[in-house]
């Protein structure tokens, strides 16, 4: 009985094994040849990207997470930092933007402007829904790519028309390469931006 107990558990753990073995491995996809992947990335107007967001300037330093959430032609950003206290909340409609730092609400029609006025710091936000899926914006020049035909740095020209310099150091392995670390640094501000996921 012992024996037969152990021949079952020796049949059934080979099955297992023959069974693990047989999976396949986690495929990285290749990426989309480089035309096709840009009108790929171009039409991606509705998603969802969290990430962690560094800033760096003269006089300060902060860090923390950044939700980003594109609904068309607006979107909505908010950056907590990493003990959960909120940096901002931003939101674009049509008649502008509305921020709220510090337990204040303001308006404006522009969102970088407004921003800036109150953070203290630049970030090119009106281009943000362009350089966060690797894409440049009608301004930009010296653009740069890999061998797969990905963007890995451009010259952007915000809407303040203060330059930056963007760079991409890692994509994410799928079809679109969706960026997964970037860089953009301006003559007073240097951001690093992780992406940990995106959604659709």
């Given at each position: 009985?012992?024996?037969?107990?152990?021949?079952?558990?020796?049949?059934?753990?080979?099955?297992?094994?023959?069974?693990?073995?047989?999976?396949?491995?986690?495929?990285?996809?290749?990426?989309?040849?480089?035309?096709?992947?840009?009108?790929?990335?171009?039409?991606?107007?509705?998603?969802k990207v969290l990430a962690t967001l560094g800033v760096t300037t003269p006089g300060e330093s902060v860090s923390?997470?950044?939700?980003?959430?594109?609904?068309?032609?607006?979107?909505?950003?908010?950056?907590?930092?990493?003990?959960?206290?909120?940096?901002?909340?931003?939101?674009?409609?049509?008649?502008?933007?509305?921020?709220?730092?510090?337990?204040?609400?303001?308006?404006?029609?522009?969102?970088?402007a407004l921003l800036d006025y109150l953070s203290g710091w630049s970030l090119p936000i009106e281009e943000m829904?362009?350089?966060?899926?690797?894409?440049?914006?009608?301004?930009?020049?010296?653009?740069?790519?890999?061998?797969?035909?990905?963007?890995?740095?451009?010259?952007?020209?915000?809407?303040?028309?203060?330059?930056?310099?963007?760079?991409?150091?890692?994509?994410?392995?799928?079809?679109?390469?969706?960026?997964?670390?970037?860089?953009?640094?301006?003559?007073?501000?240097?951001?690093?931006?992780?992406?940990?996921?995106?959604?659709?």
């Amino acid at each position: 009985m012992f024996l037969k107990q152990n021949l079952w558990a020796s049949c059934l753990l080979g099955l297992f094994l023959t069974g693990c073995a047989s999976q396949p491995a986690t495929q990285v996809s290749r990426p989309l040849p480089a035309a096709e992947r840009e009108q790929a990335l171009d039409a991606m107007t509705e998603f969802k990207v969290l990430a962690t967001l560094g800033v760096t300037t003269p006089g300060e330093s902060v860090s923390g997470n950044l939700k980003w959430q594109q609904d068309g032609a607006y979107y909505q950003t908010s950056m907590t930092n990493f003990l959960g206290f909120s940096v901002f909340e931003l939101q674009t409609h049509a008649g502008g933007a509305i921020v709220k730092v510090n337990g204040e609400t303001h308006q404006a029609m522009s969102a970088g402007a407004l921003l800036d006025y109150l953070s203290g710091w630049s970030l090119p936000i009106e281009e943000m829904q362009l350089w966060l899926k690797g894409l440049p914006g009608p301004s930009s020049e010296n653009l740069q790519r890999d061998g797969m035909g990905r963007l890995t740095s451009f010259t952007l020209t915000d809407s303040r028309g203060r330059q930056w310099q963007v760079s991409y150091s890692d994509f994410f392995p799928d079809a679109k390469s969706l960026p997964r670390k970037m860089r953009l640094q301006s003559d007073e501000t240097l951001l690093k931006l992780v992406i940990r996921e995106w959604q659709p």
